[in-house]
């Protein structure tokens, strides 16, 4: 075990036995005062149910039932009791939202039907759903931060664009986890555990510990810590895979690699928060946060190979790290509160990844010319033909410093008003390396010797916003509300990505190709030949006019690379190339409460997504998208408050929507697509009748496109080059998705027993939204949604029995009992890999036991 790991359970096994921290709690049907932290306990007298949920959805303190816009929250005491603690456990409970995830770490969320399919690269677009640990942005391109659930107060659903007071990256929704704060009214702590078998794999632990301290009368610290090992259930079994020239050519084992339980994940960390009351008026609470993510293996199974197996052929993992420091001051001036939270958030990851399939489609693709061994010149320096199975070692180093400051008028005038400035920059320093062991150099990246492919740039992307929105009671039961945000966006790409070269063979000086070709590829439109050279021009155009080569520009920038081939030259140096676009986003909401326990609302809301680069330089930049929403909704709170039903139907318009996708040679490419259109229900109900609680909730949606989808942004008219046609429906979300849970506790003696269940049902959804594109290397036509293959419809339940006395709890479990085999996500490793589709499964049936204390 590492010294970081040893000293975390270290504090795990210090830390005071602590009660669990209850959603904060209010009378129903009260109104929305303001709520300062020093008027809410993080911990409460226990009780079997979240009470009326407080959130700050709309930047203020408010009762759940007044907040007239889609929110779902999950309180503390319902996070605690369905043993919730990653993203995927906490989105099974949202039926508006949406995901696709190849591993641990690199998932990328939808809500209400916005995807596209294809998004998520490091080069792609931005995230269309914001992510938010309290009030600092944790929204990450490339996967969202997968933050462990412990101790949190609530997690807050916002459905539907909410790009007035959150921005950018909340152009289709947004999710905040709020963490427990700390809480001067004394010393407290918890420590919890579980250990578990998932059927067919392997055995899995987890343990968790908070301490609460109060330092005097106007401070606090709140640590929480943990360690998460998920056991593994794909196997990696044997396999071979042959490539020309047969007869004579080479064949290869994966002999080194077979292992059962392959895909096991180590998650561990902390969070630590200090809450420091300046005078009565101020407070500062000083946050930072650290976890690590460790998973072996590969998350996805092929079924020609066998269920939940692979085979692959090279090391594969993940190592995800990512630290924030974030700073929260509220107060006030005069009676207006003024809130300022900034943060500095910075995440490395580093992975290993088979790229076998590459190899295997490739050889195929080109078998009537030798295939890789003869058209590709996969050879060693002795010009001997080498096994052309690649791997590619990528890293991501992402930085990201936001900063808002706002303020809010008093909640309890008739004119309510908050505003504010928003500012962030987000960076990513990307290495994607592609590696064919005992590559000769001359088919290498100039500088990378066995590197086949190269791709090194960094991404910087900014945005600058004023927001603001105003509230009016015109009357005490009728309130408007219009809101507005200017932004700007500024977004730059710099590097390099593509092939090498080798200088004494190029094919525009009309000498035919020889055993050292061109570049490793046998083109010269990516790689070094595309590089910028002194005097202006590129390699390209220097070589094929002949004479001296000039020197290669570079970027201080991007790091070691053998040039820069993506940028703008002047002929003395290469800038970034950018792109910007400003503009406004609003929303006007109408709210009605014909009565205390009744809520209507109408909104007309826009969100927003940037637009940028193209990591591939001879494709053009792709333009902002928006989102425009109408929506109407109702909060009912029925039975005296044992009854709580809320729901809203909308229609969303998605104009020209950002579209990516594995284009020519698996290049990711990004363009705007078609509009489409929205149309939804969601529902969800509470009940709660002595010691029985139920909830249930379910979202319907119709998402289709407009228009036709084009293999280029503008259609050619003919008809051949549609790759979807208009009305084809959204890929990724279900039509349908609902889930249900139920408890029952009942006196035993001093002590509690309870028997609780969820049942989790989605219907299926496509896995593509392209029907039909021209094969690179055959020019035949594929259907990349049927050849991915449909995410198959999947009902799952959970089931759990356990005991409260005292300060103690004790459980037994099951998840997924009838060992349901759900996908949650579908892809092939290439453009061209349509030959092994891989489906990412949800966890077999996995049973058991947990236990927890506190004082």
């Known amino acids: ?62 009762n759940i039932q007044n907040v007239p816009i889609s929110i779902q929250a999950i309180g503390t005491r319902r996070l605690d009791q369905l043993n919730v603690s990653n993203f995927t456990e906490y989105t099974q409970l949202l039926p508006s939202v949406a995901f696709q995830s190849s591993q641990p770490g690199v998932t990328t969320v939808y809500m209400r039907g916005v995807a596209s399919g294809g998004d998520g690269n490091h080069s792609g677009s931005l995230p269309s759903v914001g992510t938010y640990l309290d009030e600092q942005p944790v929204t990450t391109i490339g996967g969202t931060l997968d933050v462990h659930i412990y101790d949190i107060a609530r997690i807050e659903s916002l459905a539907g664009p909410q790009g007035t007071l959150y921005g950018a990256s909340s152009q289709a929704g947004t999710i905040r986890i709020i963490t427990n704060k700390p809480d001067t009214a004394g010393f407290y702590g918890r420590v919890d555990g579980e250990v578990n078998s998932v059927k067919a794999g392997g055995i899995g632990f987890t343990t968790e510990g908070m301490v609460n301290i109060p330092l005097g009368e106007r401070a606090a610290l709140r640590v929480v810590g943990f360690y998460q090992r998920d056991a593994g259930f794909i196997d990696n079994v044997p396999g071979t895979r042959s490539f020309l020239p047969q007869p004579g050519g080479i064949t ?231 809101g507005v945000r200017g932004f700007i966006y500024d977004n730059s790409l710099v590097g390099f990505f593509g092939f090498g070269r080798n200088p004494g063979v190029d094919p525009d000086d009309g000498r035919p190709f020889t055993a050292t070709p061109f570049n490793a590829a046998g083109s010269s439109r990516t790689g070094v030949a595309g590089c910028y050279v002194a005097g202006g021009g590129t390699l390209r155009d220097a070589v094929g006019g002949g004479g001296a080569i000039p020197a290669f520009l570079t970027n201080g920038d991007v790091g070691a690379i053998p040039c820069v081939n993506l940028g703008v030259s002047n002929g003395v140096a290469v800038q970034p190339k950018s792109a910007d676009g400003q503009g406004v986003t609003y929303r006007f909401n109408a709210t009605w409460k014909p009565t205390d326990d009744v809520l209507l609302y109408g909104t007309w809301s826009r969100g927003f997504r940037p637009g940028g680069i193209n990591r591939r330089g001879d494709v053009p930049d792709y333009d902002a998208d928006f989102l425009t929403n109408y929506e109407l909704g109702w909060k009912t709170t029925l039975a005296g408050g044992a009854l709580r039903f809320n729901g809203a139907v909308y229609q969303q318009n998605w104009d020209q929507f950002q579209f990516s996708f594995l284009g020519e040679n698996s290049f990711t490419v990004i363009q705007n697509g078609p509009d489409a259109r929205i149309r939804g229900v969601e529902m969800d109900a509470n009940l709660t009748a002595g010691g029985f609680t139920l909830g249930a909730s379910g979202a319907y949606t119709d998402a289709v496109t407009r228009t036709d989808l084009c293999a280029t942004v503008t259609c050619d008219g003919s008809g051949d080059d549609v790759v979807s046609r208009s009305g084809t429906r959204l890929p990724i979300t279900p039509r349908f998705k609902a889930s249900a849970t139920a408890r029952y506790t009942v006196p035993v003696g001093a002590a509690k027993a309870y028997v609780q269940g969820l049942v989790a049902h989605q219907s299926s959804a496509a896995s593509d939204i392209r029907r039909r594109v021209v094969e690179t290397g055959t020019g035949r036509l594929v259907d990349p949604a049927q050849e991915i293959g449909r995410l198959p419809a999947f009902t799952t339940a959970n089931v759990a029995l356990g ?37 990412v499964p949800i966890t077999p049936r996995l049973i058991g036991i947990r236990g927890g204390a506190k004082f």
């Open 1 to 62: 075990m590492g010294f970081k790991r040893r000293v975390l359970v270290q504090l795990l096994a210090s830390a005071t036995i602590a009660g669990p921290a209850f959603a904060q709690e209010v009378p129903a049907g009260s109104g929305s005062g303001q709520t300062t932290q020093a008027d809410v306990p993080s911990q409460q007298a226990p009780s079997d149910v979240d009470g009326d949920i407080i959130v700050t959805a709309q930047k203020r303190d408010e």
């Open 803 to 839: 005991m409260e006395w005292g300060n103690y709890t004790l459980e037994v479990f099951a998840r997924n009992v009838t060992d349901e085999r759900g996908q949650i996500a579908r892809f092939v490793q290439c453009g061209s890999c349509y030959q092994r589709p891989y489906a």
């Open 252 to 482: 290869v084992d994966n002999d080194d690699f077979v292992e059962k339980d392959y895909n096991d994940t180590e998650t561990y960390g902390g969070r630590a928060a200090l809450k420091i009351d300046l005078d009565d008026s101020w407070t500062a609470t000083p946050t930072l946060l650290y976890q690590e993510q460790r998973s072996h293996g590969a998350y996805a199974f092929d079924a020609q190979v066998g269920d939940l197996q692979v085979q692959r052929f090279y090391p594969e993992f993940r190592r995800d790290r990512f630290a924030q420091a974030a700073l929260t001051i509220e107060g006030q001036l005069g009676n207006w509160d003024v809130t300022y939270a900034g943060a500095l958030l910075d995440r490395k990851a580093l992975q290993s990844s088979d790229y076998t399939d590459y190899s295997e489609a490739y050889d195929n693709l080109y078998s009537s010319v030798g295939g890789l061994a003869g058209y590709f010149y996969y050879q060693d320096n002795a010009g001997n033909t080498i096994d052309p199975r690649q791997r590619v070692i990528g890293r991501d180093h992402f930085k990201k410093l936001s900063q808002e400051v706002r303020v809010a008028s008093p909640a309890d005038e008739p004119f309510r008003l908050v505003a504010g400035a928003f500012y962030q920059r987000q960076s990513n320093l990307i290495f994607q390396d592609y590696q064919i062991p005992n590559l000769g150099t001359d088919v290498s990246v100039n500088g990378y010797p066995g590197t086949l492919w190269l791709t090194r740039q960094h991404r910087v992307d900014k945005d600058y916003a004023m927001f603001g929105e105003a509230s009016l009671d015109l009357t005490p039961r009728f309130t408007i509300t219009a």
